[in-house]
């Protein structure tokens, strides 16, 4: 059973009596099994599987969750237990009361939002800034949604953003009309389903006799009201304060830190013994994360008691020296690949490592993500219809019998203002573009939605894709694409976006500088590609692997964010240089050091026997030097001296500017 296997802090929290529970799971305490050993408590008590809520933050926690109680009391008892995302049982709940519940995704929500912020006229109103773009102004609203829980907006955009207090009343009223057309449409975003299920639960009685909340320390304001209008006869609650690493998304730390005030009754349990990590490693992680402030007491005991290696730290004269030996250290490990993971706070960390590794021939793994339109698709099946399943031949010998290679659309009233039917539209608009006259007689022109630019694109599109028939070399092919229109036209698009500020100006330095890491990225893939003669060979080499980083194999490359919940023999953390590593650039964005310690712990706790920590002093490319992060000299692998007491009286003085500001 379940709980014959805890330990005995793990025990008392499973079986507890109180009515409110708060379990403090540090890394590798055994929080997952804690929560499985409640429910097999409850089960065994008499309380029944749907009177059980579990609430996870991923599907994933919570499917695997469910499993292991299945191992135990077998499928048909988990499978009656209600478990899943906030969103996902409040979508749920919502279908059983109205099976015509329409949720909708963001970007088409926020093609809506854009329709009605494009009606308004903002002027300037006396402000020194511009006004929010419409996208912008849609994720601000988001976060207003999910962490305000007392000002109306136009109150709370004076508050938290006083420099737009100029345009907080047009801000205001865009936003009343956006819901008054998503009422109109019958139309719901993921913040609606958490709002209309905690009224559901202010006016009814859902049936539940406890309600079990995992990740408790990234619940944000809105998910913390909804379970407070659930009134669960019983309540249990397991996180970790010194892993909330979610605010930007509005993950309230204060929620699990007054826990014991808001329940005066309730019983706080902490789990004190780590099952995974060494005694070196877990005291380098304790020795940083106290310099953050101890909102519950805990220390923690190491179960793995035997002669283990210290951590390592690694530094180097150049960013990509340091890229190419951790490759090398990497080949030569006896830890299995798939043992292994390397560690990053910035994207752009990756790519070095990547390349590194790659050169080695090493496989790895990282976390990537599609992109798509229904444009895009539609003119896809367009070519291949026209191509007789062949984009190729759909672009230069397309069928000449088809006039009208677009799928038709069913009308669904249901969903009228984004489900409309594509009439062709006429070519006549495109013949003064220099065309090749082959090229302005394919039907694909005729999409009714295709502009100027888009079709200047697709065009592009066509003339390199040419010009890539019959070649062979895939580092001609690199070349090629690098020298092409599209791309530099995908290169501009791509680097205008990182560069645009929240007042929709760009910032013309840092579009130079996104340029010049597209460049580089290219000039990388030229150099992976010398080895390889055919292209499959070299596309199966480049290939990223699936986002689920537990399929594949090869090294794991993760961000911290991504490196949550996991574990790993062998673990690599790169790039602590200050200013990547705490990034004091989101710092300042509204971030802070506290986070970033909160981030530089759980990277270090993913680390179950080797950890190493790598720094450069010099970045060759931008003719950066750097200094060694903040947490290393904190955690004392670097000595502290002049250039770490500057570092300091530098955040003191951040911090003071913050104080003055609120004043």
Known sequence: MPLSRLNEEQYAAAVSTYKQNLIIASAGTGKTSTIVGRIAHLLKSGVEPHEILLLTFTNKAAAEMIQRVADFFGKDIASKIDAGTFHAVSYRWLKKENKKVVLKQQRELKTLFRSVYE??????????????????????????????????????????????????????????????????????????????????????ELGYKEVLVDEYQD??????????????????????????????????????????????????????????????????????????????????????IYEAQSPKLLAYDELFDQYHDIAFRIQNTKTPKDEIAVIFRNNS????IEVGLRE????????????????????YIALKTLGDGRIFYGLYAPDESITNPFPKKKQNHQLGLFDDLLELGSVAKFLKLGFEDKFIKNPILKHPKLTKESATFLYDFYLLYRDLKGV??????????????????????????????????????????????????????????????????????????????????????????????????????????????????????????????????VAVTRAKDIL?????????????????????????????DEAYRAMVLKEMDEEDDEDIDLL
Request: with cysteine; net charge positive.
């Open 219 to 304: 619940t944000n304001a809105l998910q913390g009201t909804l379970i407070d209008a659930m009134n669960p006869p019983s309540l249990f609650c397991v996180g970790d304060y010194d892993q909330s690493i979610y605010a930007f998304n509005g993950a309230d730390i204060s929620i699990i830190g007054t826990f014991s005030k808001k329940f005066p009754n309730a019983k706080v349990h902490t789990l004190t013994k780590n099952y995974r990590s060494t005694v070196p490693i877990l005291s380098l992680a304790s020795k940083v994360i106290e310099h953050n402030e101890r909102i519950y007491p805990k220390k923690l005991e190491v179960t793995r």
């Open 119 to 204: 009606k308004r006229t903002f002027g300037h109103l006396g402000a020194e800034i511009a006004p929010y773009g419409g996208n912008y102004l849609y994720d601000v609203y988001s976060f207003y949604q999910n962490t305000e829980l007392v000002n109306n907006f136009e109150e709370w955009i004076k508050n938290k953003y006083p420099e737009h207090t100029p345009f907080s009343m047009i801000y205001a009223d865009i936003v009343d009309e956006f819901e008054e057309l998503k009422k109109e449409y019958g139309f719901l975003n993921f913040n609606d389903l958490l709002l209309k299920f905690r009224k559901m639960c202010k006016d009814r």
């Open 612 to 640: 190493y920590l790598s720094y450069a002093k010099y970045d060759k490319i931008k003719k950066i030097n750097f200094l060694p992060s903040q947490f290393l000299y904190e955690a004392g692998l670097v000595a502290k």
């Open 472 to 601: 062979k070399d895939p580092k001609t092919v690199v070349k090629k694409i690098a020298l092409s229109a599209i791309f530099k036209n995908i290169s501009e698009v791509l680097a205008t976006k990182r560069a645009t500020l929240k007042d929709g100006s760009i910032d013309e330095r840092q579009k130079a500088d996104s340029l010049s890491k597209i460049e580089r990225k290219m000039i990388l893939l030229e150099e992976l590609s010398k080895p390889y003669s055919e292209h499959d060979r070299f596309l199966n080499a480049m290939i990223l692997g699936s986002s689920d980083l537990t399929q594949g194999e090869g090294v794991n490359l993760l961000s911290v964010h991504a490196s949550k919940g996991l574990e790993y023999k062998e673990v690599y953390i790169v790039d602590l240089m200050d200013g990547r590593f705490p990034n004091r650039k989101l710092m300042q964005r509204g971030g802070s050091l506290d986070e970033e310690r909160r981030l530089f712990y």
């Open 360 to 379: 080695l021939g090493i496989n790895c793994k990282r976390k990537g993500g599609t992109i798509g339109s229904a444009m895009a698709k539609e003119i």
């Open 349 to 352: 960390s990756a790519d070095g």
